[in-house]
């Protein structure tokens, strides 16, 4: 039987933070890191709620802030 205790579908949302413990908070800056002047950006790369939409929103919005301060 797979391993659903950290699925959104069976957590409420007060837990959810919980499984943020997954493997793109567990590796840091690896996935986020510019190189040269590419930003990354994307669920994978949040550093909160990272599979999730919100994770998505927060990752534009981290990217679009090193954009702008990089010039």
């Given at each position: 039987?797979?391993?659903?205790?950290?699925?959104?579908?069976?957590?409420?949302?007060?837990?959810?933070?919980?499984?943020?413990?997954?493997?793109?908070?567990?590796?840091?800056?690896?996935?986020?890191?510019?190189?040269?002047?590419?930003?990354?950006?994307?669920?994978?790369?949040?550093?909160?709620?990272?599979?999730f939409i919100d994770g998505a929103i927060r990752a534009g919005e981290r990217a679009a802030s090193?954009?702008?301060?990089?010039?």
């Amino acid at each position: 039987m797979p391993d659903v205790s950290c699925s959104p579908t069976s957590l409420p949302d007060t837990v959810i933070g919980e499984c943020e413990k997954a493997l793109p908070s567990r590796i840091g800056s690896v996935l986020r890191d510019p190189i040269g002047r590419l930003h990354w950006a994307g669920t994978g790369t949040a550093t909160r709620s990272n599979g999730f939409i919100d994770g998505a929103i927060r990752a534009g919005e981290r990217a679009a802030s090193e954009v702008l301060a990089a010039d």
